[in-house]
Protein backbone atom coordinates (compact mmCIF):
# COMPACT_ATOMS: atom_id res chain seq x y z
CA UNK A 1 0.00 0.00 0.00
CA UNK A 2 1.78 3.63 -0.97
CA UNK A 3 2.21 6.11 1.52
CA UNK A 4 0.03 8.67 1.82
CA UNK A 5 0.21 11.65 -0.13
CA UNK A 6 2.07 14.94 1.79
CA UNK A 7 -0.49 17.63 2.45
CA UNK A 8 -0.58 20.92 -0.17
CA UNK A 9 -0.05 23.27 2.12
CA UNK A 10 1.05 27.41 1.69
CA UNK A 11 2.23 30.07 4.18
CA UNK A 12 1.44 33.50 2.80
CA UNK A 13 2.67 37.51 3.59
CA UNK A 14 0.71 39.85 0.93
CA UNK A 15 2.22 42.90 2.87
CA UNK A 16 1.64 46.50 1.03
CA UNK A 17 1.17 50.01 2.02
CA UNK A 18 -2.24 49.56 2.15
CA UNK A 19 -2.33 46.45 3.67
CA UNK A 20 -0.56 43.48 6.04
CA UNK A 21 -2.37 40.12 5.54
CA UNK A 22 -0.49 36.14 6.19
CA UNK A 23 -2.26 33.59 4.85
CA UNK A 24 -1.84 29.69 6.06
CA UNK A 25 -3.51 27.17 4.25
CA UNK A 26 -4.07 23.30 3.82
CA UNK A 27 -6.12 22.27 0.72
CA UNK A 28 -6.02 18.81 2.02
CA UNK A 29 -7.74 19.91 5.91
CA UNK A 30 -5.54 19.20 9.20
CA UNK A 31 -3.69 20.85 11.46
CA UNK A 32 -2.33 24.22 10.94
CA UNK A 33 0.39 26.18 12.90
CA UNK A 34 -0.23 29.42 14.33
CA UNK A 35 0.72 32.11 12.09
CA UNK A 36 3.65 33.32 12.10
CA UNK A 37 3.65 36.48 15.30
CA UNK A 38 4.79 40.08 13.67
CA UNK A 39 4.28 43.77 14.94
CA UNK A 40 2.05 45.01 11.95
CA UNK A 41 -0.88 42.67 13.76
CA UNK A 42 -0.13 44.35 17.54
CA UNK A 43 -3.07 46.62 18.89
CA UNK A 44 -0.68 49.59 19.14
CA UNK A 45 -0.20 49.16 15.47
CA UNK A 46 -4.20 48.99 14.63
CA UNK A 47 -4.93 52.06 12.62
CA UNK A 48 -9.05 52.84 13.60
CA UNK A 49 -11.25 51.86 12.62
CA UNK A 50 -9.51 48.75 12.71
CA UNK A 51 -10.29 46.64 16.20
CA UNK A 52 -7.73 44.60 17.90
CA UNK A 53 -7.06 41.52 16.51
CA UNK A 54 -8.20 38.32 18.70
CA UNK A 55 -5.29 35.98 19.95
CA UNK A 56 -4.93 32.57 17.50
CA UNK A 57 -6.09 30.58 20.42
CA UNK A 58 -9.41 32.22 20.68
CA UNK A 59 -12.75 31.74 19.57
CA UNK A 60 -14.51 34.30 17.46
CA UNK A 61 -16.79 34.91 14.79
CA UNK A 62 -14.85 32.92 11.88
CA UNK A 63 -12.93 30.54 14.24
CA UNK A 64 -14.05 26.44 13.74
CA UNK A 65 -11.36 23.65 14.88
CA UNK A 66 -12.18 19.95 14.28
CA UNK A 67 -10.12 16.91 14.63
CA UNK A 68 -10.15 17.19 10.46
CA UNK A 69 -9.85 21.43 9.67
CA UNK A 70 -8.66 24.14 11.58
CA UNK A 71 -10.61 27.63 10.24
CA UNK A 72 -9.47 31.35 12.16
CA UNK A 73 -10.13 34.22 10.04
CA UNK A 74 -10.09 37.91 10.98
CA UNK A 75 -9.81 40.57 8.21
CA UNK A 76 -11.45 43.36 10.44
CA UNK A 77 -14.63 42.54 7.78
CA UNK A 78 -17.23 40.68 9.27
CA UNK A 79 -19.07 39.64 6.86
CA UNK A 80 -15.93 38.84 4.71
CA UNK A 81 -15.11 36.50 7.74
CA UNK A 82 -18.32 35.05 7.30
CA UNK A 83 -17.78 34.29 3.24
CA UNK A 84 -14.20 32.77 3.76
CA UNK A 85 -15.55 30.56 6.70
CA UNK A 86 -18.13 29.27 4.83
CA UNK A 87 -15.65 28.91 1.28
CA UNK A 88 -13.29 26.70 3.47
CA UNK A 89 -15.22 24.47 5.39
CA UNK A 90 -17.01 22.94 2.63
CA UNK A 91 -13.91 22.75 0.57
CA UNK A 92 -12.54 20.86 3.12
CA UNK A 93 -9.68 23.13 3.58
CA UNK A 94 -8.10 24.27 6.82
CA UNK A 95 -7.72 28.52 6.79
CA UNK A 96 -5.80 30.50 8.51
CA UNK A 97 -6.27 34.64 7.52
CA UNK A 98 -5.28 37.77 9.73
CA UNK A 99 -5.37 41.03 7.88
CA UNK A 100 -4.93 44.73 9.03
CA UNK A 101 -6.44 46.98 6.34
CA UNK A 102 -6.99 50.69 5.21
CA UNK A 103 -10.43 50.18 6.69
CA UNK A 104 -10.75 53.92 6.89
CA UNK A 105 -10.78 54.39 3.79
CA UNK A 106 -13.62 51.84 2.55
CA UNK A 107 -13.60 48.09 2.29
CA UNK A 108 -12.35 47.69 -1.09
CA UNK A 109 -8.08 47.40 -0.33
CA UNK A 110 -8.70 44.72 2.16
CA UNK A 111 -11.30 42.49 0.73
CA UNK A 112 -9.36 42.88 -2.80
CA UNK A 113 -5.88 41.77 -1.40
CA UNK A 114 -7.41 39.30 1.29
CA UNK A 115 -8.56 37.30 -2.06
CA UNK A 116 -5.12 37.95 -3.81
CA UNK A 117 -3.34 36.40 -1.10
CA UNK A 118 -5.46 33.54 -1.26
CA UNK A 119 -5.43 32.80 -4.41
CA UNK A 120 -1.32 32.99 -4.54
CA UNK A 121 -1.78 30.73 -1.16
CA UNK A 122 -3.82 28.61 -3.17
CA UNK A 123 -1.97 27.80 -6.52
CA UNK A 124 1.47 27.62 -3.93
CA UNK A 125 -0.10 24.66 -1.88
CA UNK A 126 -0.99 22.97 -5.10
CA UNK A 127 1.89 22.81 -6.73
CA UNK A 128 2.54 20.94 -9.85
CA UNK A 129 -1.42 20.75 -11.37
CA UNK A 130 -0.73 16.83 -11.80
CA UNK A 131 -3.02 14.01 -10.92
CA UNK A 132 -5.84 16.23 -10.45
CA UNK A 133 -9.38 16.20 -11.02
CA UNK A 134 -9.03 19.85 -12.83
CA UNK A 135 -12.59 20.35 -13.35
CA UNK A 136 -15.34 20.63 -10.30
CA UNK A 137 -18.95 22.44 -10.34
CA UNK A 138 -21.92 22.51 -8.00
CA UNK A 139 -25.25 24.09 -7.38
CA UNK A 140 -25.59 25.42 -3.30
CA UNK A 141 -28.82 26.72 -1.70
CA UNK A 142 -29.46 28.86 0.66
CA UNK A 143 -33.50 29.01 1.48
CA UNK A 144 -34.85 31.33 -1.43
CA UNK A 145 -31.54 31.60 -2.94
CA UNK A 146 -29.44 29.41 -5.31
CA UNK A 147 -25.82 29.64 -6.41
CA UNK A 148 -23.78 27.33 -9.51
CA UNK A 149 -20.11 27.78 -9.51
CA UNK A 150 -17.51 26.13 -12.10
CA UNK A 151 -14.42 25.29 -12.06
CA UNK A 152 -11.48 24.95 -14.28
CA UNK A 153 -7.71 24.72 -12.66
CA UNK A 154 -6.75 25.31 -16.26
CA UNK A 155 -3.49 28.07 -15.25
CA UNK A 156 -5.59 30.39 -17.85
CA UNK A 157 -7.13 33.10 -15.18
CA UNK A 158 -10.68 34.34 -16.35
CA UNK A 159 -13.63 34.87 -14.08
CA UNK A 160 -17.27 35.42 -14.85
CA UNK A 161 -19.94 35.87 -12.60
CA UNK A 162 -23.65 37.09 -12.49
CA UNK A 163 -25.06 38.57 -9.14
CA UNK A 164 -28.81 39.78 -8.54
CA UNK A 165 -28.04 42.44 -5.75
CA UNK A 166 -31.21 44.05 -3.92
CA UNK A 167 -29.16 46.19 -1.96
CA UNK A 168 -25.30 47.68 -1.63
CA UNK A 169 -23.82 46.74 1.40
CA UNK A 170 -23.76 43.68 3.23
CA UNK A 171 -22.36 44.59 6.82
CA UNK A 172 -19.46 46.21 6.04
CA UNK A 173 -18.54 45.10 2.62
CA UNK A 174 -19.87 46.68 -0.53
CA UNK A 175 -21.56 43.69 -2.84
CA UNK A 176 -19.29 45.18 -5.38
CA UNK A 177 -16.58 43.40 -3.68
CA UNK A 178 -17.75 39.83 -4.12
CA UNK A 179 -17.37 39.74 -8.00
CA UNK A 180 -14.25 42.04 -7.47
CA UNK A 181 -12.61 39.50 -4.78
CA UNK A 182 -13.44 36.30 -7.25
CA UNK A 183 -12.14 37.59 -9.86
CA UNK A 184 -8.81 38.62 -7.97
CA UNK A 185 -8.58 35.29 -6.58
CA UNK A 186 -9.40 33.42 -10.06
CA UNK A 187 -6.26 35.54 -11.50
CA UNK A 188 -3.98 34.73 -8.43
CA UNK A 189 -4.92 31.18 -8.59
CA UNK A 190 -4.62 30.56 -12.31
CA UNK A 191 -8.47 29.70 -12.49
CA UNK A 192 -10.96 29.69 -14.69
CA UNK A 193 -14.07 30.53 -12.74
CA UNK A 194 -17.95 30.72 -13.18
CA UNK A 195 -20.03 31.76 -10.46
CA UNK A 196 -23.91 32.67 -10.91
CA UNK A 197 -26.77 33.17 -8.87
CA UNK A 198 -29.81 31.79 -10.38
CA UNK A 199 -32.27 33.09 -8.25
CA UNK A 200 -32.90 35.02 -4.99
CA UNK A 201 -34.06 37.88 -2.90
CA UNK A 202 -31.72 37.86 0.34
CA UNK A 203 -28.43 39.04 -0.84
CA UNK A 204 -26.95 37.50 2.11
CA UNK A 205 -28.29 34.11 1.13
CA UNK A 206 -27.37 34.86 -2.24
CA UNK A 207 -23.79 35.08 -1.19
CA UNK A 208 -23.39 32.78 1.06
CA UNK A 209 -25.15 30.31 -1.70
CA UNK A 210 -22.47 31.45 -4.40
CA UNK A 211 -18.68 31.24 -1.92
CA UNK A 212 -20.98 27.18 -0.71
CA UNK A 213 -20.95 26.43 -4.51
CA UNK A 214 -17.54 27.81 -5.12
CA UNK A 215 -16.58 25.76 -1.97
CA UNK A 216 -17.72 22.11 -3.67
CA UNK A 217 -16.51 23.33 -7.12
CA UNK A 218 -13.21 23.53 -5.53
CA UNK A 219 -13.27 20.19 -3.41
CA UNK A 220 -14.28 18.34 -6.55
CA UNK A 221 -11.24 20.36 -8.60
CA UNK A 222 -8.18 19.75 -6.12
CA UNK A 223 -9.32 16.45 -5.48
CA UNK A 224 -6.31 13.68 -6.56
CA UNK A 225 -6.82 11.37 -8.80
CA UNK A 226 -5.38 7.91 -7.42
CA UNK A 227 -3.44 6.18 -10.69
CA UNK A 228 -2.71 8.85 -12.20
CA UNK A 229 0.14 10.21 -10.34
CA UNK A 230 2.36 12.72 -12.30
CA UNK A 231 -0.11 12.82 -14.78
CA UNK A 232 -1.33 16.22 -16.47
CA UNK A 233 -5.50 16.47 -17.24
CA UNK A 234 -4.75 17.78 -20.43
CA UNK A 235 -4.07 17.39 -24.50
CA UNK A 236 -1.39 19.69 -24.05
CA UNK A 237 0.42 17.99 -21.47
CA UNK A 238 0.86 21.14 -19.50
CA UNK A 239 -1.40 23.42 -17.04
CA UNK A 240 0.86 26.18 -16.98
Given at each position: MPPPSPRRTA???HITNETKIQVALSLDGGPLNFLPEHDDFQPENLPAPNTPIPPQNATHHASQIT???????WTGIGFLDHMLHAWSKHAGWSLRVRCRGDLAI???????DTFLALGKAFTTALGRRVAIARFGHAYAPLDEGLARAVLDISSRPFFNGCFMWKGTMMGGMNVQM???GLQSWSQEAGVT????VLKGVNDHHMAEAAFKALAVACRMACARVDGRE???ASTKGVLS
Open positions: LIDASQHIWIDDHHTTEVEHLHVDGEV
